[in-house]
């Protein structure tokens, strides 16, 4: 149990339309990172937020962006969804920017028809 | 750009032997992560290295860190079938606050 929470748990959207993903980190943390696990791969680093602003971005386009907000929560948004965004959506929090340890919360699993 | 891989990517072993497996990244980093991860299920960290050196033991796993060598090792010592899981490998990227997974290592423990 990391204290890490995550809504929903499934999603299945159509392609073309906008999904908002929940994460709610442990009090304290300031920093949250978003992943995007493809079947049998490794997590792909999307953004990182940090005391509410954006901090790191991987390789990802502009039709995923996040917020955080000062209750420890944060979203992720995908508009304009395609097939290849199913996945698992990971949320890890941190206390600090250096990312000493990372809390992962369950995930939301998101299928596109 | 970072790039870190796992290997081996699949691994089959017998209950009560010793393995391990390597992760090597491509450029300066501060630290390195091991998780686990269950099928179905979220990532559960293991280890964060965060020295040249550094090793650190949880039960039969030990993980260790080379940073000359760019590479970090996971070693399992007297296999369990509860061990079964898949392990990635993760590394920070220095100065840009990016964490690059490995592609994971899916190990299979036969009782």
């Known amino acids: 149990e990391t204290g890490v929470t995550q809504s929903p748990t499934h999603l299945i959207k159509t392609r073309g339309q906008q999904v908002t993903l929940r994460c709610s980190s442990q009090s304290g943390h300031n920093t949250v990172s978003w992943y995007q696990q493809a079947l049998g791969q490794g997590p792909q680093f999307i953004f990182q937020?940090?005391?509410?602003?954006?901090?790191g971005r991987g390789n990802f386009p502009p039709r995923f962006s996040g917020l955080q907000f000062p209750n420890y929560s944060s979203e992720l948004n995908v508009n304009a969804l395609e097939l290849d965004d199913s996945a698992l959506y990971l949320c890890?929090?941190?206390?600090?920017?250096?990312?000493?340890?990372?809390?992962f919360g369950p995930g939301t699993r998101l299928l596109v028809l | 750009e970072l790039k870190v891989e796992q290997n081996p990517l699949f691994l089959s072993m017998q209950e009560g032997k010793n393995y391990t497996i390597y992760c090597n990244y491509s450029?300066?980093?501060?630290?390195l992560y091991w998780y686990r991860q269950d099928p179905g299920k979220s990532l559960e960290s293991l280890f964060v290295l965060l020295s040249n050196g550094a090793v650190k033991q949880e039960g039969r796993l030990m993980a260790s860190l080379d940073t000359k060598a760019r590479l970090s090792t996971l070693h399992i010592t007297a296999a369990v079938h509860d061990l079964s899981a898949t392990y990635f490998c993760a590394v920070d990227g220095y100065r840009d606050d990016k964490i690059i997974f490995g592609k994971g290592t899916r190990l299979h423990i036969l009782p």
């Open positions: 450029t300066t980093s501060d630290r």
């Open positions: 890890a929090s941190s206390p600090d920017v250096y990312q000493e340890t990372q809390y």
């Open positions: 937020y940090y005391r509410e602003e954006e901090n």
